[in-house]
């Protein structure tokens, strides 16, 4: 009998795009990001996607001595996957993103399959005013940026990670990055079942549109066939939106404060939590289930938390969820 299909809802707490000044409610410090990095376990998030934390109220790109105050805190205080960034910011050097995923093994991390343009100065037309002075240098300045992931970068980033059996979320922003996983696996480089993350609606990627989500979801499946599980993630106000057609195919969402700030028109989304509690019940009123984080290391072939250097649930800070 075939097993029966529940949905993996991950959440990515923080990231390198939204800046403080754009709500109060995203977290920036150590402290927030693991509060918050609870809150979405306990609201159903089978896997967190973390980054490190600032104590400075500082910049996107973040050192990776900060990881130290989130990932052990997080992993003690939840079930959950942690999936550890190699993203980082476009501002970091590849050994600096790999950093944190070296030194914790962990069960999953994740790993950008292709440059790209990374266009956040529009939002400078939206936002007037900032708190802090690096905020409006970090928009303008990606006028001129360059999200680089070379092939030689990718093969940097599989070879730190080889020896410690960690999986990778592979993000594709573009078509042309599922086409570079596909060489990395005829190179015997990546085995599957592949976990390959769409990202949709970040200026210089793919866009939103449905036939965007249709085009991803089918060259995907023609390259990898059954050895492939899907997840999306849509940035801004097409969070929901391409979480839900991408449901409808068979897939998996992503939702955070790292890719929306919102949690409906015009309304800021005052948490991670809440966010996961709307996909969730987008989910089960399409009659779906979410999946377990134990549920989640089964389908994605997971090597399990106690093979980390990230403490279990219950061991150190905070409160098994």
Known sequence: M????????????????????????????????????IGAAKAG?????????????????????????????????TNAVIN???GGSPYMTV?????????????????????????????????KTFKHEWERAHLENSRDLVFRNS?????????ACRDNGTRFEFECYDIAHLYNLA??????????????????????????HEEDVTHMHRTATRLFGSDYRWSVLGAGKAQMRIGAIALAYGGNVRVGLEDSIWAGPGRLAT?????????????????????????????LGLKGRAATAIPAAGQGVGHPV
Do not use: W
């Open 183 to 208: 060489h990395f696996a005829d190179r015997g480089l990546v085995k599957p079942p592949f976990f390959v993350q769409s990202i949709f609606g970040l200026l210089g990627a793919i866009g939103t």
């Open 2 to 37: 075939t097993e029966k299909f529940k949905v993996i809802v991950s959440c990515a707490i923080t990231g390198a795009i939204h800046t403080p000044s754009m709500t109060p409610h995203l977290p920036v410090t150590a402290d927030a990001i693991v509060e918050q990095a």
């Open 151 to 159: 092939f030689k970068d990718i093969e940097f980033i599989l070879d």
């Open 271 to 299: 948490s991670n939590a809440e966010q996961v509690g709307i996909i969730r019940a987008i989910v089960e009123s399409m009659g779906l289930e979410l999946a377990t984080p134990d549920e989640a290391r089964t389908v």
């Open 95 to 127: 050994a600096e993103r790999v950093e944190s995923a070296r030194r914790f093994a962990p069960e999953l991390a994740s790993l950008n399959m292709g440059s790209i343009n990374f266009g956040l100065y529009p939002l400078l037309g939206k936002y």
């Open 84 to 86: 550890v960034t190699t």
């Open 45 to 77: 998030a089978a896997i967190l996607h973390l980054r490190a934390g600032s104590d400075a109220g500082g910049g996107a790109a973040q050192p990776a001595e900060g990881s130290l105050r989130t990932l052990p805190r997080s992993g003690a205080a």
